[in-house]
C-alpha cells in the first residue's frame, strides 16, 4: 500500500497475528453473547494490530528515506575489508553480491553482502524499498556499527540497499 | 597479548565445556539421591548444579564473537526454575531434562557457533599473524627515525578509520619532505600506494588502469607476496594491504605510538588475512 512516496509493507506475522486474532474472534462470538456485545470495540482492537506495524513501517521508511541523501553525500564506497572497529560510526557505501537474506518476513532483513575482498552483515531496521534476494548485485548505504550495539564484529547498519544492474565492480568474480 | 596466557585461558574454557554436564548431571544425582534416599533436605539445594552449569555456559556463549541468545539466557531460566516451588519428583525430573538440555545447548553452542575468541587480557602487545610479521619487519631492516614512524602510524591509523583525506594529507606530508631521516624505498614505496589510493577512496573512485605497486626486490618485505596469476584488481587490492602493514609495521618497531596502533590491531590482524 502506498501512503505518499512510501510504499507500505506490513510483515507476514503481524498478518498472521491478525488472522489468527480475527479466527479467535469469529468463533468466541458464534458460542459467546458476552462477545458479541463487546464487537463494538474488539473489532477496531483487530484492526489495530495492522494498523499499528504499517504505521511504524511507514514512519520508519520516511525517516529512512529522508537520510538516505545524507549519507548519499557523505558516504565513501570502500571494500568489505577495510571496514573495522575504528570506523564504528561512519557512513560507507559497499557494492556486493548478496549471499543470504534472514529475518525478511519480519520486516527487518538482514543480508550477507560479499565482495572480492570479503562479506560483512547488513542489518536493516526497516523493510527495503525494493525486494533483494541472493546473488542479486547490490549497493548498500549505511553505518558502521557493532553487532550487539557495544560489542561484536562490525556489520552495516543499512540505510539503503539497491539492486545493481551492472555486475558490481569489487564482487567476487 | 601474550601466548601463554592465551593458552592458559583457551584451557580452561575447555575445563569449562565439561563443567557444563559435570555440573548439571551432578546436582541431578544428587537429587535424585535425595528422593531415592528420602532424605529430609529440600531438593532445590540440588539445583543449584544446574544454575551453576547455566552460568558456565552463558560464559561460554559470551565469549564467542557469534554470540548464542538461547545459551546467554539459560541463567534466567535457572533461576525461573529454582524459584518456582515444585514437588520432589517433578524436581528431580526437571532437572535431568534441563541437565540434558544444557548438553545438547553446548554442543550445539560449539557446532554452530564457532571457535571461541580468547580475550586479550591487556592491550598491550600484539598477537600472531601481526607480531610474527612486525618482528620479520624489523629483521629486515626497514628502520626510521621517530618522525617517520610516527608519520606511519599517522597514516594507518587514519586510513583504519576512514578518514582517507586526513591519510593523504600525512602521506603527502613525507613524500614532499623534508623529515627528520630519509625513508627507505621500500617505506617510502608504501607511502606512496597509501597516499594513491587513499586519494582515490576519498573521492569513492574504482581502481585505475595503472598503479603503483611495490617492486620484485621487495617481496621479502612484504606480507603478501602478489601471485602472478592476480588479476588487476587482487593486484592494486594486495598493494595497498602490504602497505598498510609496513607502515603499521614500522610504527609499532617505534614504541612511541603502540598505544594507538593497539587500537587498530584487529584492523591489521584482517589485513594479514585472519
Known amino acids: 500500500m502506498k501512503i505518499g512516496n512510501v510504499d507500505v509493507k506490513v510483515s507476514i506475522l503481524a498478518v498472521a497475528v491478525f488472522v489468527i486474532f480475527t479466527f479467535f474472534l469469529l468463533v468466541a462470538s458464534l458460542y459467546s453473547p458476552e462477545v458479541r456485545s463487546q464487537l463494538i470495540w474488539l473489532i477496531p482492537a483487530l484492526f489495530m494490530l495492522l494498523v499499528i506495524p504499517m504505521a511504524l513501517n511507514y514512519m520508519s521508511r520516511r525517516e529512512y528515506a529522508d537520510m538516505e541523501p545524507q549519507y548519499e553525500a557523505a558516504a565513501k564506497t570502500i571494500r568489505v575489508k577495510m571496514i573495522n572497529e575504528s570506523m564504528i560510526g561512519k557512513p560507507v557505501r559497499i557494492e556486493g553480491v548478496v549471499e543470504r537474506v534472514y529475518?525478511?518476513?519480519?520486516?527487518?532483513p538482514q543480508y550477507l553482502v560479499a565482495d572480492r575482498s570479503g562479506a560483512i552483515s547488513v542489518k536493516m531496521f526497516t523493510s527495503p524499498a525494493e525486494e533483494v534476494k541472493v546473488n542479486d548485485v547490490v549497493e548498500v548505504l549505511g553505518q558502521v556499527i557493532h553487532r550487539y550495539i557495544v560489542s561484536g564484529?562490525?556489520?552495516?547498519?543499512?540505510?539503503?540497499?539497491?539492486?545493481?544492474?551492472?555486475?558490481?565492480?569489487?564482487?567476487k568474480s | 597479548m601474550s601466548n601463554d596466557n592465551s593458552r592458559d585461558v583457551a584451557l580452561l574454557n575447555r575445563r569449562l565445556e565439561y563443567a557444563v554436564p559435570l555440573l548439571s548431571?551432578?546436582?541431578a544425582l544428587i537429587g535424585i539421591f535425595f528422593w531415592v534416599t528420602t532424605a529430609s533436605v529440600d531438593y532445590r539445594i540440588s539445583i543449584l548444579g544446574c544454575v551453576l552449569a547455566s552460568w558456565v555456559l552463558a560464559y561460554l556463549a559470551w565469549m564467542r564473537p557469534r554470540k548464542d541468545i538461547v545459551a546467554l539466557s539459560t541463567p534466567v531460566y535457572s533461576f525461573i526454575f529454582i524459584a518456582?516451588?515444585?514437588?520432589?519428583?517433578?524436581?528431580v525430573i526437571l532437572e535431568?531434562?534441563?541437565?540434558?538440555?544444557?548438553?545438547?545447548?553446548l554442543f550445539r553452542l560449539k557446532s554452530r557457533f564457532g571457535a571461541q575468541v580468547v580475550p586479550t587480557p591487556d592491550k598491550k602487545d600484539l598477537a600472531d599473524p601481526a607480531?610474527?610479521?612486525?618482528?620479520?619487519?624489523?629483521?629486515?631492516?626497514i628502520t626510521s627515525s621517530p618522525g617517520l614512524a610516527h608519520a606511519a602510524a599517522v597514516v594507518f591509523v587514519r586510513f583504519a578509520e576512514g578518514e582517507f583525506s586526513e591519510a593523504v594529507s600525512a602521506a603527502d606530508a613525507v613524500i614532499a619532505g623534508p623529515n627528520d631521516g630519509e625513508p627507505s624505498r621500500c617505506l617510502q614505496r608504501a607511502f606512496e600506494i597509501v597516499r594513491e589510493q587513499s586519494a582515490l577512496l576519498d573521492q569513492s573512485l574504482p581502481a585505475p588502469e595503472t598503479f603503483l605497486t611495490f617492486s620484485a626486490d621487495e617481496d621479502c618485505m612484504l606480507a603478501k607476496v602478489p601471485d602472478p596469476k592476480y588479476g588487476k584488481l587482487e593486484e592494486y587490492d594486495t598493494a595497498l594491504e602490504n602497505a598498510l602493514l609496513i607502515l603499521f609495521a614500522t610504527a609499532w618497531n617505534a614504541e612511541s605510538d603502540r598505544p594507538h596502533l593497539i587500537q587498530c590491531q584487529a584492523f591489521a590482524q584482517r589485513l594479514l588475512g585472519q
Open chain 1, 103 to 108: 529475518f525478511q518476513f519480519l520486516n527487518r
Open chain 2, 96 to 105: 535431568v531434562l534441563y541437565a540434558a538440555s544444557l548438553t545438547i545447548l
Open chain 2, 131 to 141: 607480531k610474527t610479521y612486525v618482528e620479520k619487519i624489523r629483521e629486515t631492516g
Open chain 2, 25 to 27: 548431571f551432578g546436582g
Open chain 1, 153 to 171: 564484529d562490525p556489520v552495516i547498519n543499512c540505510i539503503s540497499i539497491k539492486k545493481l544492474k551492472k555486475p558490481a565492480k569489487d564482487s
Open chain 2, 84 to 91: 518456582v516451588p515444585t514437588d520432589n519428583f517433578s524436581a
